[in-house]
């Protein structure tokens, strides 16, 4: 038992190890496929920053460094030294983002070390790093500078060269733009030479032939500055000064101007040569070949120029470097002068590779390929630093761990620099040695063995080595090393030694050591025992290194040790340091003082030591001394001589002589070496030639190291044969190939030149061609051939000596060769023929023919001869034909052979005569006008046919009236024009060749045909009617140009000024004469021009278009608003405002004003207060407006059309000013000393009122003025100190930050003893918002103290919780509402007197519910209309619009204030909607409207007709539902049901079958009777169509149809009912009788039973409201909630029955309005209804099967609908996830006395007060569907009924018909229960006034028709209640398919079905409908009554009471579905 607890714990841990094993084994495989630098790689600059930045300090400027690699590579910027660049702060920083940036700076923040500096940009990661180009940066600060011109002096006649002199400063900025006289001359750049006046690339205005009239000139230059743009005329006007020739002078050269030229490549430069002299001289230009003394004439062509004296290159390439040499000549002498030109290309550089992975130990190259002029050096680096190289190519020999990084090549220049950079990266696997495990220190007494270990790894294996104290341990009889390789390629090495001593301690150390690395580890062993010094071997080091030792010691422990010298304790200086370890270092070695024996002694504690000598020798190297073999190159035979002179280093020296790296062997090649002494050696070359020209190395070694000099001999080698050229025969055709190659010192330039003529002599340069081109001195002459022989020159020059040349002759041996390789030759048919060949080439020739490849003997036929002539360069041949016929149209060939080869030649003999003639001849195609001949081409007689002659005629006339067409020969097909229609014509053709022409072709005849017309419409307008509509007028054309009887005509028209093709409307032609057609063209673009044309059209065809018409519809108004709106205060009473114009496309027409609306921003919503001011211009400016006022504006564009868009306001206040004066002033007594002034403060107060000045004056004395500040709040002034009965004048003022305002009235007043009651506060109107406190002032004097009492609205005020008196008598009021606004007054008595003001009280509320209409409908739109509220005080800001589809969300819109109308776009089609609005102000929100019940236009899908919808064959139905009409709504989707006639269960076939496509029921079984259902689904709803139909036989026949009733005309029903109204009579007066009884018997019933404990559920309108979940039990109940994302079906509109009309006779008419919970009605969850229950008979059972229970129906007072109990009910929708087989069925509880009340409405709350019909939309989500199918049961028992309320009774929203008609089935004994629909809207205004064709089927006995049903998912096959009623007999309603939400079944209730299945809608079904009864009804529509009509004809007992008995007494139960009876 304990194993098997065991197993599974152990189980589950292999289990866990397995796991893990494998995922590391995956992570190792996973790294082995993947290493973790396979896409690793170093950096690369991907955005170089260039060689010069050059910026102004006013502009700054940004230097962008980017690399990649992997990782990303870090960005540091340094200095050309290396050292990495800081901030600087405001004159250099570095971004985020790597870029170097310099910020513009002033003038005197100028650093040099910032500005004027050379950068780098370096970047690296973890595989190298990389240093970009030099970044040479400099910054130009803005100073002035002027440019001068001196005057030029020159001799008449010669050239002149004015130069602008820019100061140096500014020199490599500033460029001449351009030249200019006083004379208004102005000179550029141009590249036109031949004018006087030239202005040079290098700026200078060059002028030739100057005359004394350009003495009379000045001359001015302008400039550019490339960094600031700036450009600037010079400061001085040059001169010339114009000298006379006084006699002949020589030419004299300014040598001063000359100076090397340097060019940037591809740019053009001017070689000047400015000399002078009398009589003007002449100048020629030659260039030194290069290293030589040698020159040539500069060749002048387009790229090379001379002027004057002036050389001038265009394009300059990198070969026009070089010296130059100008020479002057005239006749009294000469001058030269040489300048030198650098043509300098840019630099660039790519290393080769760019990558290489190479293995350890393996050699790497890289090779550095640049381009660019001129290279001054190359360099290379490695990782950022120079590693000393400066080669091309880089060259690893071994490759070792520290070589793997990333490497450049520069290559510099003074300009500029490149760089390029490779990575090298080490292949295979290089793990260095790491030392793994190791030995640690120990301490030990003696005798024992000791045990050292070290473990290493690492790839190579390493090899480990063992040492003490630095001396290496090799194996004796103690100490034994081994070591060996573990399994996963560790080493493992240990150290044994035996019985240990005091001396084997010391520091021991084990290397590990491969290839790829090194790694040691070291510990010291301590053995106990006395101390012991290791014996020490002489140290031997080279000056100036530092030695360093360690003492060996042994034994422990040790207290000291010293190192010693002559006794001395060390360190005796301060290069000696030691340590207390032992270690003794020495810097910088040197002989004199650290040559010597050192000791080092050891101590204990207990002062045993021990002693041990190092003997250190100090070498020093060698050192060699710099030789030269002097400045310049020397000559061949010379003497040259060198001494390596040693003068520092040990002996013995050995010294070495090197050339080129090869040894230099003392006799050989004319070398001599000799020693002087040992420190010198002397090399010594007693005649020079070419082998001694290269690079000397001494290399001076000893035993501490060597040292060397290299140093280069010149040696100038005249040139000599390598390969000589020699005279060379090719082949013909060959590529020749002829070297000659020299060599010398300086190198030879070889070139090669060809011989003018046959003969050698004189030489012309080869011209270059595609095929001949001189490489490396080699002449290669590609496909040589005859007219390249001849004799060659080969010279090689390098300016030393006369040079080499060689004549060689090129001869090219020629096979034979026919000039002409083919060609024609004619003969005439019978006449004699000549054949000539001429074969060049080398002789003898012999010559052979052929005839169409056939040798031709002249033997065989004699009239072929054959002569043969010998010429100077081949052989004729001649071959004759004495008379040619036709067989001798052949292809001659002559070959001619020779020694070299063969060729032949080709002669197309052709023997012409006339053509056969043209045969069948066939008319193509034929019009009014033309006709299309084919024919058949004849035998052309060997000469090409010229041309046809077509010949035609009228069919009456004679061949000699002809006319003639002439066709070229090539064709067989032609067209014959300028025919008469409809005419007969004869035609023949004739062919023609050179010879002559053939017969003609036999004739053949054609008529001619009608064509369109072919004249334009006349007398064309267009003129616009509206913004969106032309009109077109015109007149027919000509009649002559008809052609045919004109039908109509196409109209076309298309934008104007577009390539979009024209769209035609067609018009029918206007028989009348003369009479003007006219066509309007409509929903055209507003002011938009078109173009139109129009063409008329007969039977045949169009004619041509008329010319185009353009036109423009009428101006429309602007769709956008003008942009770019601002305003700017400019005073206090002004504001410009500014804009700019709408886009073009959008002004619909052309601008005409602009519109200013603009008004105080308070004000802004009052249109009534707005303003408004037009213009034309882009801005305005607005006067008169209010100071310190914030204004709103909005600009508007306007056109012919109106007004457009609004802009979006914008805001501005004007300036503050000073105050007006204060507009009312009181002076009230106080006292005999006291006088109180109070005023009311400025109307326009113009800005922010600071304070109020009081000015006081006794009246009449000279007194001054006092004046009293107060403060801004206060409104009053106590004046006192005042002399008593005085008058007194006071006046005030306002003041705010501008100043002080006008002064107020002025009042006077006198203090006295009586002060009778006033009033110091003014009448004033108070505005108060809405739910605030208000406080209304009345402040009053007097003595005594009045009394203070108020009036409102002129009621005695007594004090309340809300309003009370305050102690300064002012009237507070609380929380002010609407009803406070009114008049208030304030009374003040006292003994004197007494005074009253009065108030406005004026309450600022959120609107009152504003008005909401319909104004329009459409498919998917609603247009309503909204109105204020009148009573709203406030300004009405806007509306929000509120709106939900029946069962969806509300969503909400802003509309404006200003909009009447709003339009509710992209709804439902036909589908309900609720809107209402709510008004905003600034005060908030206001009420809600009344709710707007409404719904969007479009119906049902309407039936077909039968045979366009169905197609029977004998196995299959094909459906074509493209008959279906969709009623307004696209059509979503259909289902298609099936079954046998006599089955009852339905098989869904599809439940998603889409509209456009045609559907093909198969498998059915042939000649057998089907039923079809139909269902059509869109928007508005869906539609029923039941059709029976039989399938065909299998031989395609039809089968005898079903045993039917004959179907009844109306004629015939009324007959039946007339003839039998013995019966008809009395059994609907029983039945009446039966329904009176009935309803008293139910009202009686409703008296007797109150019951006070029916409570009944109602539920909110909440969107999302189910049942309370506090009553669990009743959730128990129903057993199902629906989930709240589920959209249930809705609860179906009302039925109109018996109890309906009951409830509609009481008057309950009550309804409410809201189908969605709103917050504004009561809000309580539930209600409990306490009125007793009123029964309800005579109802038809609805839904489901109630068996055996009495007929009854409680109606609670406010409950309309109710369930019966004991009721079974059958729950449709309910358990939606069951088997729709096993539908729900639920039974009513009963009551205490068999009435119990249930959920009225479902969930459906009606908060109280409300008895009417509430049907909630989203209550009913959790509610089955009711009546989708109404069944009598078979005992006519109880009908348990479920009616939903009539929803709406609005007269705007009529319906004649209920959108959700029943099916309604009434079995065997069962009578009609279904009378007439439920209005739910009853609105006239909203029916649809089209004739419902089928009503009749409907009406009388048959009740109103059902709708259809929605979901049918969850409807059982067989009700399980029906068991109880083994006899019913009544057929099963349709089974729905189960229901369920996935779109891919599209199954009949999903989501949208809340949308389809709404309430009785004002729609009808215009299907046709069949029924199931007795009878049948005529279809035909003469015979059919509307539904209305059959309701009168119940009522009055009319309609079909004989139908009614049948069906009652036969049983024959009918469906009034909408189907269709097939």
């Not at 050096?377 to 070589?403: F, N, Y």
């Not at 019985?499 to 053995?527: F, M, P, Q, R, T």
């Not at 891919?1944 to 009808?1964: L, M």
């Amino acid at each position: 038992m304990m194993m098997m607890m065991m197993m599974p714990n152990e189980c589950h841990k292999w289990l866990t190890l397995f796991a893990a094993v494998a995922l590391l084994a995956n992570i190792g495989s996973t790294l082995a496929a993947n290493p973790p630098d396979a896409d690793q790689k170093g950096p690369v600059f991907l955005k170089e920053p260039t060689n010069r930045i050059d910026f102004s300090n006013s502009t700054g400027a940004e230097i962008e460094c980017k690399a990649s690699g992997n990782p990303m590579p870090e960005i540091i910027w340094v200095r050309s030294d290396g050292t990495a660049v800081g901030d600087v702060p405001g004159l250099r920083q570095i971004s985020s983002d790597g870029k170097l940036v310099f910020p513009p700076f002033r003038a005197e923040d100028y650093r040099q070390e910032v500005h004027a500096q050379v950068y780098a940009c370096l970047a690296r990661n973890q595989f190298g790093s990389i240093i970009s180009r030099d970044v040479h940066v400099r910054a130009v600060v803005s100073q002035h500078y002027e440019e001068d011109i001196h005057k030029a002096f020159v001799i008449r006649g010669n050239s002149a060269i004015l130069k602008c002199d820019i100061p140096s400063f500014v020199a490599d900025f500033v460029n001449v733009i351009s030249w200019h006289t006083d004379q208004n001359e102005n000179f550029y750049p141009d590249t036109e030479y031949d004018g006087k006046y030239l202005v040079l690339p290098s700026g200078e205005l060059h002028i030739r032939e100057v005359g004394p009239e350009d003495g009379y000139k000045s001359y001015q230059c302008r400039t550019k500055h490339r960094l600031t743009g700036e450009t600037r005329l010079s400061a001085t006007k040059g001169r010339l000064v114009i000298t006379e020739p006084i006699g002949s002078s020589p030419p004299k050269i300014n040598a001063l101007t000359y100076k090397p030229n340097t060019v940037e490549f591809h740019s053009s430069t001017a070689i000047l040569c400015p000399a002078q002299g009398y009589p003007a001289p002449s100048f020629r230009w030659y260039k030194f070949i290069e290293g030589t003394t040698r020159k040539q004439a500069v060749v002048l062509n387009d790229r090379v120029k001379q002027v004057s004296g002036t050389l001038i290159i265009k394009d300059a390439v990198v070969e026009d470097s070089g010296k130059y040499l100008c020479v002057v000549n005239n006749s009294v002498g000469g001058e030269s002068v040489e300048t030198v030109l650098t043509v300098t290309a840019p630099l660039s550089a790519k290393i080769d590779p760019p990558t290489q992975t190479i293995d350890f130990g393996r050699p790497a190259v890289f090779t550095c390929q640049y381009t660019g002029n001129p290279i001054k050096t190359v360099s290379w680096m490695k990782d950022g630093k120079a590693i000393g190289h400066s080669d091309p190519v880089l060259r690893i020999e071994s490759v070792k761990k520290e070589d793997k990084g990333m490497y450049q090549c520069f290559v510099r220049n003074d300009q500029e620099s490149a760089e390029a950079s490779a990575e090298l990266k080490l292949g295979g696997r290089f793990d260095p040695p790491v030392i793994r495990q190791a030995f640690q220190e120990e301490t030990m007494e003696p005798g024992p063995s000791v045990f050292l270990k070290c473990v290493a790894g690492g790839n190579p294996t390493p090899e480990i080595s063992w040492e003490l104290d630095g001396k290496k341990i090799a194996n004796n009889d103690r100490y034994q090393v081994g070591q060996y390789v573990t399994v996963n390629g560790d080493v493992v090495s240990y150290l044994n030694i035996t019985s240990v001593h005091a001396n084997d301690g010391g520091l021991y150390k084990c290397i590990a050591k491969s290839k790829v690395g090194v790694a040691e580890h070291s510990a010291k062993l301590n053995v106990y025992g006395l101390p012991y010094i290791r014996q020490m071997e002489k140290k031997a080091i080279v000056a100036g290194e530092t030695l360093m030792v360690t003492c060996p010691v042994a034994g422990y422990p040790i207290d000291s040790i010293v190192w010693e010298r002559d006794n001395r304790p060390l360190p005796i200086n301060r290069k000696q340091k030691v340590f207390p370890n032992g270690t003794l270092i020495i810097e910088n070695v040197e002989r004199n003082s650290d040559q010597a024996t050192y000791t080092c002694v050891a101590k204990n504690q207990e002062g045993y030591s021990a002693r041990g000598s190092l003997e250190v020798q100090v070498m020093v190297p060698p050192q060699v001394r710099p030789f030269s073999f002097g400045e310049s190159a020397a000559d061949v035979g010379d003497v040259a001589s060198a001494n390596c002179v040693v003068p520092k280093g040990d002996g013995p020296l050995e010294i070495r002589w090197f050339l080129n790296a090869v040894p230099i062997v003392d006799g050989q090649s004319g070398f001599s070496l000799g020693r002087w002494n040992d420190r010198t050696s002397l090399l010594n070359i007693d005649s020079l030639n070419a082998v001694h020209r290269g690079i000397y190395k001494c290399i001076a070694s000893n035993a501490a190291g060597s040292s060397e000099y290299v140093a280069e001999l010149q040696v100038n080698v005249p040139p000599r044969w390598i390969l000589e050229p020699t005279d060379k025969a090719f082949a013909q055709g060959s590529d020749a190939k002829v070297e000659c190659k020299a060599d010398g010192f300086p190198k030879p330039q070889v070139t090669w030149k060809k011989a003018v003529g046959d003969t050698p002599g004189e030489y012309k340069d080869l011209k270059k061609s595609d095929n001949i081109r001189v490489e490396e001195g080699t002449l290669h002459i590609d496909n040589i051939q005859k007219t390249n022989e001849g004799y060659y020159l080969c010279e090689a020059i390098n300016g030393i000596g006369s040079g080499l040349s060689a004549v060689i002759m090129v001869s090219v041996q020629a096979p034979p060769e026919f000039t002409e390789k083919l060609r024609n030759q004619t003969a005439r048919r019978g006449e004699p023929a000549v054949l000539q060949c001429e074969a060049k080439g080398e002789k003898p020739i012999g010559i052979l023919w052929n005839m169409n490849n056939m040798r031709l003997d002249p033997k065989n036929d004699n009239r072929y001869t054959i002569r043969e002539e010998i010429l100077s360069a081949g052989v004729m041949s001649s071959l004759s034909i004495k008379r040619t016929e036709r067989s001798d149209s052949a292809l001659f060939t002559c070959v001619a052979t020779n020694a070299f080869g063969s060729d032949d030649a080709s002669i197309n003999m052709i023997v012409q005569e006339v053509p056969e003639m043209p045969y069948a001849l066939k008319v193509l195609d034929k019009s009014g006008r033309s006709v299309q001949l084919s024919w058949a081409q004849p035998y052309d007689g060997n000469s090409p046919l010229i041309r046809y002659i077509i010949e035609f005629k009228r069919s009456r006339a004679s061949w000699d009236e002809i006319d003639r067409v002439m066709v070229p020969g090539h064709t067989t097909e032609a067209q014959v024009q300028k025919l008469s229609p409809a005419t007969t014509y004869n035609i023949r053709i004739v062919a023609e060749n050179e010879i002559g022409s053939s017969q003609s072709s036999e004739a053949v005849t054609i008529i001619t045909a009608e064509e369109a017309p072919s004249g334009k419409p006349q007398n064309i307008k267009v003129d616009p009617v509206n913004q969106t509509t032309l009109r077109v007028m015109w007149k027919p054309p000509p009649r002559s140009d008809w052609n045919g009887e004109i039908l109509g005509y196409y109209v076309g028209y298309k934008l104007s000024n577009t390539n979009s093709s024209y769209i035609f409307e067609t018009i029918n032609f206007i028989t009348e004469e003369g009479k003007e057609h006219s066509l309007e063209l409509n929903n055209l673009r507003v002011y938009t021009q078109y173009s139109v044309v129009i063409q008329a059209f007969n039977k045949i065809g169009a004619g041509p278009l008329s010319d185009e018409e353009k036109q423009f519809t009428a101006e429309g108004t602007p769709s956008q608003p003008p942009s770019d709106t601002a305003c700017t205060t400019l005073t206090s009473q002004t504001i410009r405002v500014s804009w700019v114009s709408p886009p073009l496309e959008s002004a619909n027409g052309v601008i005409k004003t602009y519109k200013v609306v603009y008004a105080p921003s308070d004000e802004w919503y009052d249109e009534t207060k707005r303003h408004y001011k037009k213009t034309a211009s882009s801005d305005t400016v607005l006067h008169g407006l209010k100071k310190y006022t914030n204004y709103t504006m909005q600009v508007l564009a306007t056109t012919a059309g109106g007004d457009g868009v609004r802009s979006v306001p914008i805001h501005c206040q004007t300036e503050p000013d000073v105050p007006e004066a204060p507009t009312d002033v009181k002076a009230l007594v106080m006292g005999n000393a006291a006088i109180l002034v109070s005023w009311r403060p400025p109307a326009q107060p113009n800005g922010i009122i600071t304070q109020y000045t009081v000015y006081s004056k006794a009246e009449g004395a000279e007194t001054e003025t006092k004046t009293q500040k107060v403060p801004h709040y206060q409104m009053s002034f106590e004046a006192t100190e005042l002399e008593k009965n005085k008058p007194y004048e006071f006046w005030v003022t306002a003041s705010t930050t501008i100043g002080e305002g006008q002064q107020s009235k002025s009042i006077v007043a006198m203090p006295s003893d009586q002060v009778p009651a006033k009033i110091a506060s003014f009448d004033d109107t108070f505005t108060a918002t809405y739910k605030e406190d208000a406080k209304m002032p009345c402040q009053a004097v007097g003595a005594p103290q009045p009394e203070i009492t108020w009036k409102i609205k002129g009621v005695d005020f007594s004090a309340n919780d809300r309003m009370r008196l305050l102690p300064d008598g002012s009237l507070l009021i609380k929380s002010v509402n609407r009803q406070d606004a009114g008049d208030y007054t304030c009374h003040a008595e006292n003994s004197i007197a007494k005074d009253s003001i009065t108030h406005k009280l004026i309450v600022l509320a959120p609107p009152q519910s504003p008005q909401v209409t319909l104004s329009a409908t459409t498919t998917d739109t609603l247009t309503v209309r909204l109105k204020p509220h009148e009573g709203d005080t406030a300004p009405l800001h806007g509306y929000t619009l509120h709106y939900k589809p029946e069962f969806g969300e509300w969503e909400t819109a802003e509309v404006s204030v200003e909009s009447q109308k709003y339009n509710i776009e992209n709804l439902l089609c036909g589908s309900r909607y609720q809107v209402y609005a709510t008004g905003f102000n600034n005060i908030g929100a206001g009420e809600a409207s009344d709710i707007l019940n409404t719904r969007t236009k479009g119906q049902k899908p309407k039936l077909p007709e039968k045979p366009r919808f169905i197609e029977v064959s004998s196995n299959s139905v094909s459906l074509h539902f493209k008959a279906w009409k969709d009623g307004g709504c696209p059509m979503s989707h259909f289902v298609v049901e099936s079954k046998k006639r006599d089955q009852l269960e339905w098989n869904q076939i599809s439940n998603n079958v889409k509209p456009d496509n045609n559907y093909v029921v198969l498998d059915l079984e042939p000649a057998t009777w089907y039923n079809l259902r139909i269902t059509a689904h869109n928007s508005a709803g869906f539609t029923v169509a039941e059709y029976d139909f039989a399938t065909l036989t299998v031989t395609g026949g039809t089968i005898a149809p079903s045993r039917d009733l004959p179907e009844l005309t109306a004629e015939d029903t009324i007959r039946i009912i007339l003839s039998n109204l013995n019966l008809v009579v009395p059994v609907v007066a029983a039945l009446l009788v039966i329904i009176i009884a009935i309803i008293v018997i139910c009202i009686l019933r409703s008296k007797g039973n109150h019951h006070k404990d029916d409570v009944v559920y109602n539920q909110t309108m909440g969107p999302g409201a189910t049942l309370d979940k506090r009553r669990p039990d009743l959730r128990d109940e129903l057993g199902y909630i629906a989930p709240p994302n589920r959209k249930l079906p809705p609860v179906p509109g009302s039925n109109y029955n018996t109890c309906d009309r009951i409830k509609r006779g009481r008057g309950s008419g009550l309804r409410s309005n809201h189908s969605t919970w709103d917050p504004r009605r009561n809000p309580n969850l539930y209600e409990e209804l306490k009125a007793p229950p009123v029964p309800m008979h005579g109802i038809g059972n609805h839904y489901g099967h109630a068996h055996g229970t009495p007929e009854c129906h409680y109606r609670h007072p406010g409950m309309e609908d109710e369930i019966c109990p004991y009721a079974t009910f059958h729950l449709l929708g309910f358990r939606e996830e069951m088997d729709p087989t096993k539908a729900m069925n639920f039974q009513t509880f009963p009551h205490q006395n068999g009435h119990t009340p249930v959920p009225g409405h479902a969930g459906t709350m009606l908060p109280p007060g409300h008895p009417g019909h509430v049907h909630s939309r989203s209550g009913s989500q959790s509610m089955p569907r009711a009546n989708r199918y109404q069944r009598k049961n078979s005992q006519g028992g109880q009908s348990s009924i479920y009616t939903p309320a009539p929803e709406y009774d609005d007269p705007a929203n009529c319906a004649e018909e209920d959108q959700y008609r029943r099916y309604t089935r009434v079995n065997s004994q069962g009578g009609s229960l279904y009378s007439g629909p439920g209005p739910e809207y009853d609105d006239p205004a909203n029916c649809a006034p089209e004739e419902d064709q089928y009503g009749s089927q409907y009406g009388g006995p048959y009740g109103q028709p059902y709708d259809h049903y929605g979901s049918r998912g969850s409807m059982g096959r067989r009700s399980i209640g029906s068991a109880r009623n083994p006899g019913n007999g009544s057929p099963e309603p349709p089974p729905p398919p189960p229901r369920n939400h996935d779109m891919s079944n599209s199954s009949f209730n999903d989501s949208k079905e809340s949308n389809e299945i709404s309430e009785a809608e004002c729609d009808r079904d215009h299907g046709p409908r069949g029924n199931y009864g007795a009878v049948k009804r005529s279809p035909q529509p003469k015979d059919q009554r509307t539904t209305e009509e059959m309701r009168k004809l119940i009522e009055r007992n009319e309609a079909g009471p004989k139908q009614l008995q049948l069906q009652q007494a036969n049983g024959a139960g009918f469906t009034a579905y909408d189907t269709m009876a097939v």
